[in-house]
């Protein structure tokens, strides 16, 4: 094990428990703890060192950002 992997690991599992039991119930706070083990993922992903999948994997998160953030944006529009 690498610590890349360990890491990942570690991170994946407390930003699961952030998206689990989020402290302020606001959107903004939500989208971001979903970051979280987004990146423990990515480390993983890089412990083994597979290109293809990780590519796929970052470009799935910047539009899935995308349109969470939008969704954000208009229901808290009035």
Known sequence: MT???????????????????PRPK???????????PAFGLLLVMLSYDETLALLTFIAVTAIA?????????RREAP
Do not use: W
Not at 26 to 36: D, G
Not at 65 to 73: D, G, N
């Open 26 to 36: 606001t959107y903004v706070n939500r989208l971001i703890n979903l970051e979280i």
């Open 3 to 21: 610590a890349e992997f360990l890491l990942g690991l570690v991170i994946l599992g407390i930003g699961v428990l952030a998206a689990v039991f």
């Open 65 to 73: 950002t995308f349109v969470l953030v939008r969704v954000i944006e």
